[in-house]
């Protein structure tokens, strides 16, 4: 919530309402690298914010765009600050729909609903982009922006926003180049794809997404990553956590699907262990990172550890669950609290709920070697 800077409105207005331009600018760039460096004290910071408030709605947009590239990283700048810069001009907007953290898949929705195409094809290129963002792309985006969506392999996109693009730009040859590559295409939109588009097409179509006879391979795979879990579900000295890690990842079985659900089933530390060897720093450190309230240092360990994208929106959203947990009563049912995990993940990208723990990694195996 933006600050009620009543206390020194008038004092502020008299002090900057003159100032020049030049003056201003600088004033509004340190006042946001002050705020963002998180060293002031309570007094200082309800000052400094009332000042920032004050400058966000400075008729000159070198000032404001001051301010939007100071707090673009800001893992704890206020939801209506970061959508009053988002909905501000491209200059100040591009900035904090390009790296803001605090923006969900909700809030790059409304965005859209009003944004320029530059704008679009911005919040297309986005990491992890979630699957509402996507199908409003998908339905009412520029070409540019499609073409950005379709490039982006960290996005998810459901089948509603394959059916858009198909439906709108399905003839273009770029389109269908950029859509033969998509990882994880849906089967039906595969099988739509295959109506028109060129036999040099559908030879990528057919060796980028494998027919349903390794149905089998997966179900032995899921498997053996559960019993693999369940191994691991006891008490572990951190060093014999280590050791286990070491010894998984010569074995090739420290994967990212064993991971989350190690997290889905919560076991955190051994979860903190083996992504502490993936990405190479101690588990105290990856704690730290996946206990905070922002996700743009985990968003960093997690590509450090060069974990498959297309699996970062399922751990953001099992641990966004599990901070959750925290507010239940303590007796709460694990079993419904954990199917309502399920049932989140899935939900973002596209698929139906209620279905089950293994029925969901089963979907999140891999398809292929990336």
């Known amino acids: 919530m933006l600050v009620d800077s009543t206390l020194y409105g008038d004092h502020i207005a008299a002090m900057f309402a003159k100032m020049p331009t030049p003056m201003r600018i600088n004033t509004a760039r340190t006042a946001a690298e002050g705020f963002v460096a998180r060293e002031l004290t309570d007094d200082d910071l309800e000052l400094t914010e009332a000042i920032i408030n004050y400058f966000v709605n400075d008729i000159d947009t070198a000032v404001r765009h001051a301010i939007a590239d100071a707090v673009k990283e800001c893992e704890f700048l206020s939801k209506e600050m970061a959508m009053k810069l988002a909905l501000d001009v491209d200059e100040?907007?591009?900035?904090?729909v390009t790296h803001s953290p605090i923006l969900s898949d909700e809030d790059l929705w409304t965005i859209l609903q009003t944004a320029s195409n530059s704008i679009q094809t911005t919040i297309a290129s986005r990491p992890h982009l979630g699957v509402k963002s996507t199908a409003c792309i998908a339905e009412?985006?520029?070409?540019?922006?499609?073409?950005?969506?379709l490039r982006?392999?960290?996005?998810?996109?459901?089948?509603?926003?394959?059916?858009?693009?198909?439906?709108?730009?399905?003839?273009?040859?770029?389109?269908?180049?950029?859509?033969?590559?998509?990882?994880?295409?849906?089967?039906?939109?595969?099988?739509?794809?295959?109506?028109?588009?060129?036999?040099?097409?559908?030879?990528?179509?057919?060796?980028?997404?494998?027919?349903?006879?390794?149905?089998?391979?997966?179900k032995i795979l899921n498997a053996r990553e559960k019993a693999l879990a369940k191994s691991l579900d006891r008490r572990m000295t951190d060093h014999?956590?280590?050791?286990?890690?070491?010894?998984?990842?010569?074995?090739?079985?420290?994967?990212?699907?064993?991971?989350?659900?190690?997290?889905?089933?919560?076991?955190?530390?051994?979860?903190?262990a083996a992504l502490g060897h993936a990405s190479g720093i101690s588990k105290k450190r990856v704690v730290s990172l996946t206990s905070g309230r922002g996700y743009l240092g985990f968003q960093r360990l997690y590509d450090r550890a060069e974990l498959p994208p297309y699996l970062y929106t399922a751990f953001k959203t099992a641990m966004e669950e599990h901070r959750k947990a925290t507010h239940y009563h303590p007796r709460a049912d694990l079993d419904n609290f954990r199917q309502r995990m399920i049932d989140r993940i899935a939900e973002t990208y596209g698929w139906e709920d209620g279905m089950s723990l293994e029925g969901l990694m089963e979907k999140l195996l891999p398809k292929r070697l990336h």
């Open 92 to 96: 100040i907007s591009s900035p904090i």
């Open 140 to 149: 009412i985006g520029c070409y540019s922006a499609i073409k950005a969506c």
């Open 152 to 218: 982006n392999e960290t996005a998810i996109i459901g089948k509603t926003a394959y059916d858009h693009i198909l439906g709108r730009f399905g003839d273009i040859d770029p389109i269908q180049a950029l859509l033969v590559h998509r990882p994880f295409l849906p089967e039906q939109i595969v099988s739509r794809l295959f109506d028109f588009i060129s036999e040099e097409y559908k030879q990528i179509l057919i060796e980028r997404n494998p027919v349903e006879n390794n149905t089998s391979v997966q």
């Open 240 to 272: 014999e956590q280590k050791k286990k890690s070491l010894a998984l990842e010569r074995e090739g079985r420290l994967t990212a699907t064993l991971m989350l659900r190690l997290l889905i089933n919560g076991n955190h530390a051994f979860f903190a």
